[in-house]
Structures are given as C-alpha cells and as structure tokens.
T-cell receptor, first 115, second 113 residues
Framework: NAGVMQNPRHLVRRRGQEARLRCSPM?????VYWYRQLPEEGLKFMVY????????ESGMPKERFSAEFPKEGPSILRIQQVVRGDSAAYFC?????????????FGQGTRLTVV | TQLLEQSPQFLSIQEGENLTVYCNSS?????LQWYRQEPGEGPVLLVT?????EVKKLKRLTFQFGDARKDSSLHITAAQPGDTGLYLC?????????????FGPGTSLSVIP
C-alpha cells in the first residue's frame, strides 16, 4: 500500500464539527475509492471517484457526507456536523484505471474519533 | 444484506498448525482478491484470482477460486505468528460499466507462538 497517502492518520472532532479526510492517490492513478471500517469488521464501500467526477456514491449517507476528487490536489471526504456514530477508520484506495481486474492499493487510513 | 460471507469470523491457532478460511457468495465475480490487514494499517493485497478453479500459491498460502466463481478459500500451512491479522476477501462485480469491488467482513486470525 506504499504510495497512497492519507492524512491525517488520526483525527479527533467534537460532535457538530466538520471532518476533512484527504487522500493522495499513487502517481498515475486517476481512480479513487473510499471505504469505511468499524472495529472487527470488513470494509464498506462508500464512493468511487474519477478526476472531477463522482461515479458511484451508493454507499455514502445522503446527508452530511460528501466527496470530491478535483483536477488538482487530493481527494477529500468531508463529513459535516459529525456524530459519535461517524467514529471509524476511513480508507481510500487508488487504481490506475477501472479496467477489468485492476488492482487497487490502499492507504493507511484515517481514524476518526468523535467525542 | 452481506453479499460476501467469510468464515470463520475469528480463528485462534497454535504456531505450526494448518488452517483454511472461506469466502462465499451467491453472486458470480469476475475476479476475487484476498487482502491481509494488520492493526492500524490499510489492507495489503495478497493475490487476485480470475479463472474458475484457479489455484495460486504464495509461499505457505494457497488460494483457490471456486469453479463457479462464487467462492474462494485460503489455506495456510504451518502458520506462524507473523500470519496474524485480518484476512479480507473482495469480489469484483461487473454489474455496470465499471468494476465494483465489495468486501467480506473478514476473518481475524491469531497465531499463538
């Protein structure tokens, strides 16, 4: 998973604040995926983006959550007015394309704690 | 509804033992991937299997993709403490014009020295 950079690694927010999670994909990768993981559980798909486009956001809550992947800069997952239930590890993965069986590489995640 | 099931959910074994973990679904996947995740880290890809019936070996790990491409198994021979981690299978569903990868809930393996 070397190369996919997520920051911050740990983020603490009070209820009602905003959380911004950043993901810089591997060089040459134009596809980004965001996943959420609760303790002792697998990864739940949230959103899939290409540069400047949201392709599939079917796993993302309709309210308070948004994601973007601008032409320049990292992909951002934004959570507004955080609640305790948003506490989780958020992982992003990137791939160079979305051809069949393309492998995705994961970052080390951002662990969000809402207090 | 969990599209991918994994069993067992937790497994604790002694060093040197063999083990098998399973990944099952009612859906057909164009490919299936196995990842290992250590605490505090992101998942690391171990293998991708593509063809029904395919068997791949990675040192002491043997991966098999079911003939119908609905299930997979991971067998570890002579487990070592370094094998400890969360093993995740992920299936590639080509439902639309792009690949959508979904993950199973994982098998948490603990190898005791």
């Amino acid at each position: 998973n070397a190369g996919v950079m997520q920051n911050p690694r740990h983020l603490v927010r009070r209820r009602g604040q905003e959380a911004r999670l950043r993901c810089s994909p591997m060089k040459g990768h134009s596809h980004v995926y965001w996943y959420r993981q609760l303790p002792e559980e697998g990864l739940k798909f949230m959103v899939y983006l290409q540069k400047e486009n949201i392709i599939d956001e079917s796993g993302m809550p309709k309210e308070r959550f948004s994601a973007e992947f601008p032409k320049e800069g990292p992909s951002i997952l934004r959570i507004q007015q955080v609640v305790r239930g948003d506490s989780a590890a958020y992982f992003c993965a990137s791939s160079p394309s979305n051809g069949r069986n393309t492998e995705a590489f994961f970052g080390q995640g951002t662990r969000l704690t809402v207090v | 509804t969990q599209l991918l099931e994994q069993s067992p959910q937790f497994l604790s074994i002694q060093e040197g033992e063999n083990l098998t973990v399973y990944c099952n679904s009612s859906s057909v996947f164009s490919s299936l991937q196995w990842y290992r995740q250590e605490p505090g880290e992101g998942p690391v890809l171990l293998v991708t299997v593509v063809t029904g019936g395919e068997v791949k070996k990675l040192k002491r790990l043997t991966f098999q993709f079911g003939d119908a491409r609905k299930d997979s198994s991971l067998h570890i021979t002579a487990a070592q403490p370094g094998d400890t981690g969360l093993y995740l299978c992920a299936g590639d569903l080509r439902e639309t014009s792009y690949d959508k990868v979904i993950f199973g809930p994982g098998t948490s393996l603990s190898v005791i020295p």
